[in-house]
């Protein structure tokens, strides 16, 4: 199977390999952000263990989102409660991110720390997760 994109002039790029795993991973990334709620939060940490990642490659692909609010990347914190980073437009605006939070509901501990109240664990929520009713 051939796997193509377009590349920064818009022309068609074949991609290897490797290059196709990591797309997956990080489309698959951006799927799991979406079924986050608005006021919740998850860490780094549990989406590492849904993707079968390391939690800082997790925050590799965070880093280069493209679209920061319609792939809500701003909804991953570290397994603390700290923010972590947010990176908007290439500059570290961590305040941003906490302001988005604050206005989506999540409760925070002054401007830096997300409450434990505020957390989902996607990885216990996926497990139980039954898409169809028995009949």
Avoid: W
């Amino acid at each position: 199977m051939l796997c193509f994109e377009l590349d920064a002039e818009g022309n068609l790029k074949l991609l290897t390999g490797e290059e196709i795993i990591k797309k997956c991973v990080s489309e698959a990334l951006y799927a799991l952000l979406q079924i986050i709620p608005t006021g919740k939060v998850t860490t780094y940490s549990d989406l590492s263990r849904v993707l079968h990642i390391h939690p800082r490659a997790v925050a590799k692909i965070l880093s280069r989102n493209m679209e920061p609010i319609a792939i809500p990347c701003h909804r991953v914190v570290r397994s603390n409660g700290d923010l972590g980073g947010y990176t908007l437009n290439g500059e570290n605006r961590r305040n941003f991110k906490s302001k988005l939070l604050a206005l989506e509901g999540v409760s925070l501990l002054g401007d830096a720390k997300v409450r434990k109240e505020s957390f989902i664990n996607l990885s216990k929520e996926l497990l139980l997760f039954k898409p169809f009713k028995k009949v």
